[in-house]
């Protein structure tokens, strides 16, 4: 059996070193900001982020075995459909926007709400400044869902354990109802 050497999964496959799953994530961080100015994400940098998502996905999942977690929600990332449209879709996201040197796999919808904001900024944003019960729209979402979205949001990346594994759960269907 042959190990996938960027995210250690096992395939039958020969003659090549990487899982077709992280082979597409590799590309996909490549023409990351292809269409726009940020800047594209180089496969070693990515392998790393890669690496974090599955860590981090092993840490928290029993079941399945196997796969990608957001870098800020913990959800499990959809990766398999590369033409999925969904907003718990895996995505490359510069940490420091613009800045090559480091990137993480987070959900899309997460990389369209952080924006330019950095990390650090984006935890702050989320833990001290958001008004979670100011009415806002996230795409894709109604005002409720934005709400219940953001408040279970902000109960995962301020690290609220009480409640994190519900957190986790209605950020990974909220996100998986978003459509791009
Ligand atoms: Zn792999």
Redesign the pocket.
């Known amino acids: 059996m042959i190990y996938?050497d960027?995210?250690s999964?096992q395939q039958p496959i020969l003659r090549s070193r990487?899982?077709e799953?992280?082979k597409r994530l590799i590309t996909q961080a490549s023409n990351t900001g292809a269409t726009g100015s940020r800047t594209s994400i180089p496969a070693a940098i990515a392998v790393v982020a890669i690496r974090e998502s599955v860590e981090l996905h092993a840490s928290i999942y029993p079941s399945p075995p196997h796969g990608y977690a957001c870098h800020y929600t913990q959800i499990q990332l959809e990766t398999e459909n590369a033409k999925s449209r969904l907003g718990s879709y895996g995505s490359f996201d510069h940490t420091v926007p613009n800045d090559a040197g480091r990137a993480v796999l987070c959900s899309r919808i997460i990389n369209d709400i952080k924006g330019w904001m950095t990390d650090t900024e984006f935890y702050q944003f989320v833990c001290d400044t958001l008004d979670v019960h100011a009415p806002r729209k996230i795409h894709g979402l109604t005002i409720p869902q934005t709400h219940e979205f953001l408040v279970a949001l902000k109960e995962i990346m301020s690290n609220d354990s009480e409640s994190i594994a519900n957190a986790r759960d209605t950020v990974h269907r909220l996100s998986g109802t978003i459509l791009y």
């Open positions: 996938c960027v995210c999964v990487r899982c799953t992280c």
